[in-house]
C-alpha cells in the first residue's frame, strides 16, 4: 500500500529539499521503491540536489498539462535503481499546477511506488497547499529558532485542516524532524531545546538532525547525504528516522562524528 | 545582586521558548476558531443590543485550547445607566467549556 508523504515546513531554508532527497534515499537504500516529487514551480532544486540537474527532459507540469507522460518525466537514480524523482517545472509559473493534474499525477504514482514524497515549497500558498493536500503523512522539518517553530505551528494546523484527510475526518500522521540542531549551544541556553520544541509543537519526533558540514558537502556534489557520507551523523540521523518512519522503535539520540585512532591521537583537527 | 553576575550573560533559549509559547496560544486561538468566536460575537451582539446600544468594541470572545479543556472568555463592557457623564463600568463574564 503505497504511503504519501509531504516534506514541509511553512518557512524556507530550514531543509525541506535537503530532508526530502536524504530521506527518499534513505527509504530506496532499505529496499523500497521511492518516488520523490519537487512541488516548487518555478523554483526547482530537488534536481541539484539529486544530482539529476543535467537530466531533466520532462517535468510535473508536463504531465500535468498532458505534454508528457509520466513515465517520460520519471527520472531514475543513477546510484540506487529504486529511487525515482519527479522534477518540478523551472519555467512555468506555480499557477500550471492544478488540484485535479496534480490528484490524476500521485494517484498513478501511487500505483507503481510504496513512498511517493513530495517535497513542498516554503510559504502557505497554492504551491504548499497541493503538496500537503493528498498526504497521508508529513514530515514538518523544524529549526530550533522562533520563526521556523512558529511557521510549523502554521503548517501543523494546515495539515489538520486543509488536507483530503482532515476534509475526510481522517487524521494525516505528523512527524517532527529537527534540522540544525546544536547539542551543545542548546546545553548552554544558547538554543531551544528538542524538549523545549516537542513541548511547544506537541507532535512526535522523527528525528534530529545535527549542524554539519556533511550536509553541504553532499549538496555541493548532488547527492543525498546518506549515500555520500552514511556514516556521518546527520547520514546516521536519517537512517534512523527512516526505521522510526516505518514503524521501527530506535531509541532517540544526536549521533556524533565518529571518531578515528588518529584523531583520538592528536585532537580534533582544525576546521 | 551577584558580584559576578555580569561575567555571564543570560540564557537566551528560556526567552524564546517563553515568548513562542505566549505567542502561539494567542494565534492558535485566533486562526483555529476564528469561524465560532466571530459567530458568536456576532449572537452576543445582537441580543445585547435588543436591551441597550453597545458599541461592537465592547464584546470580547476569546476562545483558548487546552489539552484537557478550552476556556471561551467573553468579557462585555456594559455602560452604566449614566454613562454621558461618568465613565463606563466595567462587566466581565468568564466561563469554562469541557
Known sequence: ?271 | MNLFGFLKSRPSAPVARERLQILLAHERAVSGGSDLVAQLKEEILAVIAKHFPLEREKVQVKLDRGDAFSTLEIDIEVPSPTAAHKTAGNGGAKLAAP
Not at chain 1, 15 to 28: E, P, V
Not at chain 1, 148 to 175: F, P, Q, Y
Not at chain 1, 177 to 185: C, I, K, V
Request: aromatic share 4%.
Open chain 1, 1 to 271: 500500500m503505497a504511503k504519501v508523504l509531504v516534506v514541509t515546513s511553512g518557512k524556507g531554508g530550514v531543509g525541506k529539499t535537503t530532508s526530502t532527497a536524504a530521506l527518499g534515499a534513505a527509504l530506496a537504500q532499505s529496499g523500497r521503491n521511492v518516488v520523490v516529487i519537487d512541488f516548487d514551480v518555478g523554483l526547482r532544486n530537488l534536481d541539484l540536489l539529486m544530482g539529476t540537474e543535467r537530466r531533466v527532459v520532462f517535468d510535473l507540469v508536463n504531465v500535468i498539462q498532458g505534454e508528457a507522460r509520466l513515465p517520460q518525466a520519471l527520472i531514475r537514480d543513477k546510484r540506487v535503481d529504486t529511487l525515482h524523482m519527479l522534477p518540478a517545472s523551472q519555467t512555468k509559473d506555480k499557477d500550471a499546477l492544478t488540484p485535479e493534474g496534480v490528484a490524476r499525477v500521485i494517484g498513478e504514482l501511487k500505483e507503481r511506488f510504496d513512498w511517493v514524497i513530495c517535497d513542498s515549497p516554503a510559504g502557505i500558498e497554492k504551491g504548499a497547499m497541493l503538496a500537503m493536500y493528498h498526504a497521508d503523512a508529513a514530515v514538518v522539518v523544524t529549526n530550533p529558532e522562533v520563526s521556523s517553530v512558529r511557521d510549523s505551528d502554521r503548517i501543523i494546523g494546515m495539515l489538520d485542516s486543509r488536507t483530503a484527510r482532515a476534509e475526510r475526518g481522517e487524521r494525516v500522521e505528523k512527524h517532527l524532524l529537527l534540522t540544525r540542531y546544536h547539542p551543545a549551544r542548546a546545553l548552554r541556553g544558547d538554543m531551544l531545546k528538542v524538549e523545549d520544541v516537542l513541548e511547544i509543537l506537541s507532535i512526535p519526533l522523527l528525528g534530529i538532525i545535527p549542524e554539519s558540514e556533511a550536509v553541504l558537502a553532499a549538496s555541493n556534489v548532488g547527492t543525498p547525504v546518506t549515500l555520500h557520507a552514511p556514516d556521518s551523523p546527520p547520514g546516521r540521523a536519517y537512517f534512523d528516522a527512516v526505521k522510526r518512519l516505518q514503524g521501527e522503535a530506535v531509541p532517540m539520540a544526536v549521533p556524533e562524528e565518529k571518531r578515528g585512532l588518529m584523531s583520538k591521537l592528536f585532537g580534533r583537527r582544525v576546521a
